[in-house]
């Protein structure tokens, strides 16, 4: 079985102090992991994913098999970063994404 | 135009109707599931479609339905609605060719279904 766990539901930042939401997960084989985002009344959408080890608006995420997790980071957290974020898992067996809870950031002026 | 469109976006509805939630897609994805979204508990698995003759449970079918008319349609039902499933639900559809799937999931705007 497949698990995701994001322990923070709410998480409160100031605008240009660091921000790491947490994400840890539970998979027998190799999972490909991935955070969504959902802006206030928009639609869920992709921000990043580990495979592809970029940055997406400044955020990074790193894939510790040790430690099963994948904590989304961000040095210098912006207003506009306020959403909610989904950390989602899937794995060998295909493509159903398992999710979160969610963490619903806000970044104070 | 949105790539995968859900209707109603909001919906009221008494304990114990019928209900159906729709979701159309031009993305020309084989694969649409059927998420339901609850404050705390994030996104949940209801049904999913890999092609027009393939329909799965997900971790939380008990009380609904699901139909797929089209490769381009995922209705969900709810036979009898009852309170506890007021929730938000999204529908989305993914690429099968573009890494098991996961990277080409594309949501819906979500419909917001309330049971009173």
């Known amino acids: 079985a497949q698990r995701v766990t994001q322990p923070e539901k709410l998480l409160s930042v100031f605008k240009g102090a660091p921000v790491e939401l947490k994400c840890n997960y539970s998979?027998?084989?190799?999972?490909?992991l991935f955070w969504y985002v959902q802006y206030s009344r928009q639609r869920l959408q992709l921000l990043l994913r580990?495979?592809s080890r970029e940055s997406i608006k400044g955020f990074t995420a790193d894939l510790n098999k040790g430690e099963t997790s994948f904590h989304l980071k961000k040095p210098f957290a912006q207003e506009e970063d306020s959403a909610m974020y989904y950390c989602?898992?899937?794995?060998?067996?295909?493509?159903?994404?398992?999710f979160g809870e969610g963490t619903q950031l806000t970044v104070n002026p | 135009d949105a790539d995968v469109t859900q209707t109603p976006r909001n919906r009221i509805t008494k304990t114990g109707k019928r209900i159906m939630l729709e979701c159309s897609q031009t993305?020309?994805?084989?694969?649409m599931y059927w998420y339901r979204q609850d404050p705390g508990l994030g996104l949940r698995l209801i049904y999913y479609?890999?092609?027009?003759?393939?329909?799965n449970k997900g971790e939380i079918s008990d009380g609904y339905s699901v139909s797929r008319q089209a490769q381009a349609k995922f209705s969900l039902s709810l036979e009898s609605a009852i309170p506890n499933q007021t929730a938000l639900y999204f529908c989305?559809?993914?690429?099968?060719?573009?890494?098991?799937?996961?990277?080409?999931?594309?949501f819906g705007s979500g419909t917001r279904l309330t049971v009173v």
């Open positions: 989305a559809t993914s690429d099968p060719s573009s890494d098991r799937g996961a990277y080409g999931y594309t």
């Open positions: 998979y027998s084989g190799s999972p490909e």
């Open positions: 580990h495979i």
């Open positions: 989602a898992l899937t794995g060998t067996s295909g493509s159903r994404l398992t």
């Open positions: 993305k020309g994805h084989d694969r």
């Open positions: 479609s890999f092609d027009v003759k393939d329909i």
